[in-house]
């Protein structure tokens, strides 16, 4: 099998401080992969340039595409990168604000994804916006009222809906559950592993909750100072780490 992601000696440096250096991973389709280390790991450095948020100075970072066979995302043109964007990629923000257009309606912020695939007719995506809205348990009285009329939780929950509803095969999540108060986290992670079953996604998501990683995450990889210093699977890595970083991040003596 062909991975969906192929990523090779990724590096990116803030003039001289490291963001992130000698990342290589392979992810395949239906494959969710956890990235946790500490406050300043490089963890968002990372996400961002694989997502194509941020050029990094080195390496490659090649998606099999639905037309062309697997291309490097980061020598293609922009507006190439920009549709892939738009199609089969999702990035979801930590904060919904960042994710959502706030002057927007709930059904249009969903809408707006869906016609930037080629959707037109109305009454169809206003019947797919709101069908949207019900699996991510938002009530569809509420298809027209605006993302600041509602709470943390339903925001990331809309900004996840407008993500999801062109069905992309691989969503970037930089601490999806990162801004809630914990009665809401435990919520949203379980409608997100719901939805990532059931959609057979691949998935990248960066947290530095380990309750996190178990839930959603395959595999994981753990940063320190930009660098990847373990990974593997899930549970083998959290129940019997192999470097000393990662039995500190385990054993939560580590402030993170
Ligand atoms: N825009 C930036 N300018 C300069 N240094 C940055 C910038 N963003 C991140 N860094 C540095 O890069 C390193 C990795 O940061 P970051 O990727 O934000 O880590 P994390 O997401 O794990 O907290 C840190 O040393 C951080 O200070
Ligand atoms: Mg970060």
Redesign the pocket.
Same mark, same amino acid.
């Given at each position: 099998m062909t991975p969906l992601l192929q990523v090779r000696d990724l590096a990116k440096f803030? !003039?001289s401080?490291?963001?992130?250096e000698g990342v290589s991973f392979d992810l395949y389709p239906g494959e969710v992969m956890g990235i946790v !280390?500490?406050? !300043?790991? !490089?963890?968002?450095?990372?996400l961002s340039c694989l997502a194509g948020h941020l050029p990094p100075d080195r390496g490659e970072v090649i998606f099999d595409t639905h037309g062309h066979g697997p291309r490097d995302t980061l020598t293609m043109s922009e507006p190439e990168r920009r549709m892939l964007m738009r199609t089969d990629w999702a990035f979801v923000h930590q904060h919904a604000r960042d994710g959502l257009r706030m002057g927007v309606s709930a059904g249009g912020n969903v809408g707006e994804r869906m016609m930037a695939v080629g959707a037109r007719h109305y009454g169809d995506i206003r019947a797919q916006a709101i069908d949207w809205l019900g699996r991510v348990e938002i009530a569809a009285d509420r298809v027209d009222d605006k993302p600041q009329a509602f709470s943390g939780g339903m925001q990331q929950r809309l900004q996840i809906a407008r993500n999801l509803v062109t069905g992309p095969r691989l969503v970037f999540m930089d601490e999806p559950t990162g801004g809630l108060d914990v009665s809401v986290q435990a919520r949203l992670l379980d409608l997100l592993r719901g939805l990532v079953r059931e959609m057979g996604l691949s998935a990248i998501i960066?947290t530095h909750d380990l309750a996190v990683v178990r839930l959603l995450a395959d595999r994981l990889m753990v940063?320190k100072d930009?660098r990847v210093v373990e990974d593997g699977l899930t549970d083998q890595v959290l129940d019997d780490p192999q470097h000393g970083y990662t039995q500190l991040l385990v054993s939560s003596v580590l402030q993170v």
């Open positions: 803030y !003039g401080r490291r963001g992130c !280390g500490e406050s !300043g790991s !490089g963890k968002s450095t990372l960066v940063m930009g």
